[in-house]
């Protein structure tokens, strides 16, 4: 199982922000191509005040502050030069995480899709749009969300394909604020596929493509956890990508790139699932020779070993 997708993290939430300009992202978009990737998607448009390119009706309707580059539209050209589709990532107000109730980014993106579209849809490396709010369980106006979402991006772009990316509700599944590592209570595998099921049947139609992130359970359940992601999108008529994130759960500083040993580990479940494609959060600050952290960059050598093997075997 290769990577052939990336998160973009440029807004850098709970991340260090790396300060790259044009040139280095340049130079990042060579590495990953040298590696395969063929699919880049922004993490998120914005997060509260912050955003990546000059909105006129989020700075009026939310205070946000005007970017200094206008980071879609690089993002896009980049992508055109080095052969990549990108995928647009809607904005993120915050106010669901505030109240809970996912019906708010209804109201905060209805007016983005249809600015972007006209901004950038004449890019022909704009090729997709990712719903960016993330969710695990049941959540209080998330169907609906997901479904109005998704709808519009398809309606104003032709069609273009949607993609989700909730998370497993699993014992590592805490906030990247807290101090603990796991928690007690975790999702059974009955009540994922439950939850689930219930979720894809509203959203059919509206999401083309679902790839859960993989990192918060541990690594002798992804089987049974990958086995029903396969089979409820399946059933539901959807794409089933992996995120395997290439930063690690298990260590009080959050967050560091991966062991290889575990990235192989989660791929490896990912092929015997059958999954159609991984993409990672995520290779600029996690598995590029130019990160800030020196062990991204021997990450990114075990990675070409491990893609060197694979030809040998194949």
Sequence with gaps: MKITGTFLDEISHDIPHQNWGRA??????????????????????????????????????????????????????LAGKHGMTFYFGLYDSGHYWDTGDLTHEIDANRFVIDEVWQKYGHYRSFGGWYLSTEISRRTKGATEAFRTLGMQCKEVSGGLPTLISPWIDGKKAVMAASSGLSKEDSVSLREHEEEWSEIFAGVQGAVDAVAFQDGHVDYHELPDFFAVNK????????????????????????????????????????????????????????????????????????????????????
């Design 24 to 77: 280095e992202w340049d130079q990042d978009f060579g590495h990953m191509k040298a590696v395969g990737i063929d699919t880049v998607i922004l993490i998120r448009s914005g997060y509260r005040r912050f955003i990546t390119y000059p909105s006129a009706c989020l700075q009026k309707k939310f205070g946000c502050y005007a970017p200094p580059v206008d980071l879609v539209e690089m993002f896009l050209q």
């Design 231 to 314: 089979r409820i999108a399946d059933r539901y008529g959807m794409q089933c990508w992996t995120n395997a994130e290439s930063f690690d759960r298990d260590m009080p500083v959050k967050f560091l790139p991966i062991k290889f040993e575990k990235l192989r580990l989660k791929l490896e479940a990912a092929r015997q699932a059958g999954y159609d494609k991984a993409i990672t959060f995520e290779f600029s600050h996690f598995m590029s020779p130019q990160s800030a952290y020196p062990q991204a960059g021997h990450l990114y050598n075990r990675y070409r070993e491990y893609l060197d093997q694979l030809k040998i075997d194949n």
